[in-house]
């Protein structure tokens, strides 16, 4: 059974940076991802790694502040966040891919095709 444990939120000032960490149950060779859902909102993808070769996805807003990366002799997955936003705030997932690949140059970022969740870590950007 697959599972993803999260950790390393927290609250931070505006600016500043956070560093989450998933470790992960199991072999995986196909894609991990982080998610994160704030009050009222819908889920959405944030980053993505591709177990094999290291092929990464960002969505837009986090481009260039966010660095999603692997340790596989750990089996984990990181997500460094920097330049921190108050609208960055949510409940972050990680979470481990359904399919071995999917079609396009990286892996994706919709949570349909993520089948396995961890329960969440709180990130708080105060401003």
């Known amino acids: 059974q697959v599972q993803l444990v999260e950790s390393g939120g927290g609250s931070v000032q505006a600016g500043g940076s956070l560093r989450l960490s998933c470790a992960a149950s199991?072999?995986?060779?196909?894609?991990m991802g982080w998610f994160r859902q704030a009050p009222g909102k819908e889920r959405e993808g944030v980053a993505s790694?591709?177990?094999?070769?290291?092929?990464?996805s960002y969505a837009d807003s986090v481009k260039g502040r966010f660095t999603i990366s692997q340790d596989n002799a750990k089996n984990t997955v990181t997500l460094q966040m920097n330049s921190l936003r108050p609208d960055d705030t949510a409940m972050y997932y990680c979470?481990?891919?359904?399919?071995?690949?999917?079609?396009?140059?990286?892996?994706?970022?919709?949570?349909?095709?993520?089948?396995?969740w961890g329960q969440g870590t709180q990130v708080t950007v105060s401003s």
């Open positions: 790694i591709y177990l094999i070769g290291g092929t990464t």
């Open positions: 979470a481990r891919g359904l399919w071995l690949r999917v079609a396009g140059a990286g892996p994706p970022l919709s949570p349909a095709d993520f089948a396995y």
């Open positions: 199991g072999f995986s060779r196909n894609y």
